[in-house]
């Protein structure tokens, strides 16, 4: 038998039906929900007279929408819009029979949190959302992917997919990381070698030592931002650290179903002398502190490094550059740790879990936020505020000057009313800078936990090293 | 779904890399519970002032350009996050076809649910049709989908690869659900065969 990589396997375990042109129907163990991208694939099931076919495997909760200040069971703290949204998915979720974490439950999240929180992402599954962030749940070895509503309603109708098969890509992180530089840096690394569309048509495996030395809460951050590389999917190996995340999570298997789980999973490697039809390989020792400084993800940049010369690109960047310099209010030749701040947001799919809080309270022991800073820290889910007001997190938070919110999508998409005016500037730990991104005529510079709270501190863009 | 089988119309040019979903509908219009009546609010923030005044220059808003049914575009066309809102706003205002030499993986499927064909070139072909769909509403570009040909407004015709089942989908107008209703049967000895091999699923 040919050897295979671990996305290989995960695929061939799941083709429920192959047709002569190669197209699958690819089986889905998990499919999770949201209240943006689910209301008309419901309708549709309505209108069709069609069922969830395996409403056990159907996980939603409201997160994009809803409010994270103390005082949001309250509706009024709601646009009429959004509570239309969250009472659909309430009602949703009733009728159709699924798995829900309403509002008012202490363990409602971002979605990408509450998954693998409840122990519902597994290593060796298929996981879909609506969401192109669903990449995140590639961390525990399982193949997890973004899909549009067309397809949600497809996979609640029949828990498949149509798929066809993408490529392999390898992206290898050797070495080790140097202090201040955490997984956010290493997936913005990536993509910053890669480009946005550099891992279209792929599915990318990372390893490496440095992969292997990261909690499963910084492979979330690693694999989060595949999809930033153009990647549906990313996926890392499961091992130890896996098994230990996963062991005791309320759906998890127990007992003689966890060892059987267990022996299967260990299965779960990428064979040697396997196929990969694209090689990425860094140094762990090379990654920097980054920032992004443009409007696309690919524009990441070492802190110690100036806004760069459009000129200094090629094609149709060149123009893309400029218009991110303009949309930015930089100028060229400017460092990076000149340009000053006035937001700051700790939170998202990509950085709201606990040890995302641990590094930036870290940072904010006996400190103060710079006069007039709004900065805010927004946990992925009810359970990872609970823990960092237990470990005394939350009121390094607090006395530093954060907002200590609630749990939801906040101001990383905006789409409830944490969002930026035109022209603030924000550092923020989520994973897009697009134009418009937190708020129209809004400028949002992504960074790591560490380094958010760096420049929180001192009002700029800041080496996180130097307060360290 | 409505079919796709030859178009011919104004295209617009839009000549910028890894225009994202949330330049094509930003997030304050996925509150909707709908699919229909976001193409007015496609493109938002490029093509509306803050007081909802039109701005003149943006493509859309050029007479030329107001009826366009093609849009010709930069690099990594539709990436970002999976908002199907994103072909719907296209489609609802009346844009059936886009070219460019990439697409984000996730935005290219979504066209193909909504009856709008996403057309990959090469570089130096892409840049010619940019060129002719600057000469505006007198350039008129034509798609045939059964062969697989653009043909610019100076009678140059190219060729395009796709998938063929999506092809077919698309040429005939096809519901997945109900394609995939088919072979029910299969699904059904998937999840009793998993239920034996993997049954923590």
Same mark, same amino acid.
């Given at each position: 038998?040919?050897?295979?990589t *671990?996305y290989d396997?995960i695929?061939?375990?799941h083709v ?7 197209t699958?129907?690819?089986? *889905?163990?998990?499919?999770?929900v949201h209240?943006v ?6 309708e549709g ?5 069609r ?8 996980i939603?909760?409201p #997160?994009h929408n809803?409010?994270t200040?103390l #005082?949001r069971a309250?509706?009024?703290?709601m646009?009429?819009d959004? @509570?239309?949204q969250?009472?659909?998915?309430d009602?949703?979720a009733?009728d159709?029979g699924?798995h829900y974490?309403p509002?008012?439950?202490v ?12 122990g519902w ?7 879909v959302?609506? #969401?192109?962030h669903?990449a995140?749940?590639?961390?525990f070895g399982s ?6 509503t067309s397809?949600v309603?497809?996979?609640l109708?029949?828990q498949?997919l149509i798929q066809k098969?993408?490529k392999?890509m390898?992206v290898? *992180? ?6 201040g530089?955490?997984?956010?840096d290493v997936t ?7 480009g946005?569309?550099g891992?279209t048509g ?5 390893c490496?030592s ?13 694999c989060?931002?595949?999809i930033?590389g153009?990647?549906r ?13 996963c062991?005791?999570?309320?759906h998890?298997?127990k ?8 022996t299967?999973?260990k ?6 002398g396997a196929h990969f039809d694209?090689?990425?390989?860094i140094?762990?020792?090379?990654i ?9 993800p ?8 100036v ?6 690109f090629?094609?149709?960047?060149v123009?893309?550059?400029q ?7 930089l100028?060229?030749?400017?460092k990076?740790?000149?340009i000053?701040? #006035?937001?700051?947001?700790i939170g998202?799919?990509t950085?709201?879990?606990i040890e995302d809080? @641990?590094a930036?309270?870290a ?5 103060? *936020?710079k ?5 805010m820290?927004v946990p992925g ?5 609970a823990?960092?007001?237990e470990?005394?997190i939350a009121?390094v938070?607090?006395?530093?000057g954060?907002e200590w919110?609630?749990?939801g ?12 005016k ?7 730990t ?5 134009e418009?991104?937190?708020g129209?005529?809004?400028r949002?510079h ?11 501190i ?8 130097d307060?360290? | 779904?409505e ?6 119309g104004?295209a617009?040019?839009?000549?910028l890399?890894?225009i994202?979903?949330?330049?094509i509908?930003p997030?304050q219009?996925?509150?909707t ?5 976001l =193409?007015?609010?496609l493109?938002d +923030? ?10 003149s220059?943006?493509?859309l808003n ?5 009826? &366009?049914?093609i ?12 908002r199907?809102?994103a ?5 609802d205002?009346?844009?059936r ?17 909504? /009856?709008?064909l ?15 769909a600057?000469? /505006? ?9 059964e062969?697989?040909?653009?043909? =610019?407004?100076?009678g +140059?015709t190219?060729?395009f +690869?796709?998938? &063929? ?8 107008g096809?519901d997945?659900? /109900?394609?995939?209703?088919?072979k029910?049967t299969?699904i /059904?000895?998937f ?9 923590w699923v």
């Amino acid at each position: 038998m040919s050897p295979k990589t *671990i996305y290989d396997k995960i695929w061939d375990a799941h083709v429920a039906h192959e047709a002569d042109d190669g197209t699958c129907l690819l089986y *889905i163990d998990r499919h999770l929900v949201h209240e943006v991208t689910s209301p008309q694939a419901f309708e549709g099931l309505r209108t069709s007279g069609r069922k969830v076919r395996a409403p056990d495997k159907t996980i939603a909760v409201p #997160d994009h929408n809803v409010p994270t200040t103390l #005082d949001r069971a309250n509706a009024a703290t709601m646009t009429e819009d959004s @509570r239309i949204q969250v009472e659909a998915l309430d009602k949703n979720a009733k009728d159709f029979g699924l798995h829900y974490y309403p509002v008012s439950d202490v363990r409602q999240g971002v979605v990408h949190i509450v998954g693998p929180e409840q122990g519902w992402t597994l290593p060796g599954m298929t996981v879909v959302c609506g #969401d192109s962030h669903t990449a995140t749940h590639g961390a525990f070895g399982s193949l997890a992917h973004g899909i549009g509503t067309s397809e949600v309603e497809h996979v609640l109708a029949t828990q498949t997919l149509i798929q066809k098969k993408s490529k392999n890509m390898k992206v290898e *992180i050797t070495g080790k990381l140097a202090p201040g530089v955490t997984a956010k840096d290493v997936t913005m690394a990536v993509i910053g070698l890669t480009g946005t569309a550099g891992g279209t048509g792929y599915v990318i495996e990372y390893c490496g030592s440095v992969i292997e030395s990261l909690s499963m809460e910084g492979r979330m951050t690693v694999c989060n931002m595949a999809i930033e590389g153009g990647a549906r999917a990313g996926l890392i190996a499961p091992d130890q650290t896996t098994y230990d995340y996963c062991n005791g999570r309320p759906h998890a298997p127990k007992g003689a179903a966890w060892e059987a789980a267990l022996t299967y999973w260990k299965t779960l490697f990428t064979d040697e002398g396997a196929h990969f039809d694209k090689v990425l390989t860094i140094k762990g020792e090379d990654i920097a502190p980054l920032v992004t400084w443009g409007t696309s993800p690919e524009d990441v940049l070492a802190i110690t490094d100036v806004v760069p010369d459009p000129a200094s690109f090629e094609g149709g960047k060149v123009g893309a550059a400029q218009r991110s310099i303009d949309y930015m209010g930089l100028t060229v030749g400017q460092k990076l740790t000149d340009i000053e701040i #006035d937001t700051v947001f700790i939170g998202s799919c990509t950085n709201g879990r606990i040890e995302d809080f @641990r590094a930036a309270a870290a940072i904010l022991k006996g400190k103060k *936020i710079k006069d007039g800073m709004r900065a805010m820290v927004v946990p992925g889910s009810g359970l990872v505020r609970a823990q960092a007001e237990e470990e005394g997190i939350a009121q390094v938070f607090i006395d530093a000057g954060f907002e200590w919110r609630l749990a939801g999508c906040s101001m990383c998409l905006a789409m409830n009313p944490d969002q930026l005016k035109p022209g603030e500037r924000c550092a923020a730990t989520s994973n897009r800078n697009f134009e418009g991104r937190q708020g129209r005529g809004g400028r949002t510079h992504l960074v790591s936990p560490a380094m958010a709270a760096a420049a929180a501190i001192t009002g700029r863009l800041t080496d996180v090293r130097d307060l360290m | 779904m409505e079919k796709f089988t030859s178009l011919s119309g104004i295209a617009a040019p839009m000549d910028l890399v890894n225009i994202d979903t949330d330049m094509i509908i930003p997030k304050q219009f996925l509150k909707t519970i709908k699919r229909s009546g976001l =193409g007015v609010n496609l493109f938002d +923030e490029m093509r509306y002032n803050l007081d909802g005044s039109e701005i003149s220059d943006f493509v859309l808003n050029q007479p030329a350009y107001r009826d &366009a049914s093609i849009l010709v575009a930069g690099d990594n066309f539709g990436c970002g996050s999976s908002r199907e809102h994103a072909p719907w706003a296209i489609a609802d205002f009346g844009i059936r076809c886009v070219i460019s030499t990439s697409f984000a993986d996730i935005f290219y499927n979504n066209c193909f649910k909504n /009856g709008i064909l996403p057309i990959v070139l090469p570089e130096d072909q892409r840049d010619a049709l940019m060129k002719d769909a600057e000469n /505006g509403a007198n350039a008129r570009i034509e798609i045939d989908l059964e062969t697989q040909t653009v043909t =610019g407004a100076g009678g +140059e015709t190219y060729h395009f +690869e796709l998938d &063929a089942f999506k092809k077919h989908c698309l040429m005939n107008g096809l519901d997945d659900i /109900g394609l995939t209703m088919e072979k029910v049967t299969y699904i /059904g000895t998937f999840e009793a065969a998993t239920a034996t091999s993997r049954p923590w699923v």
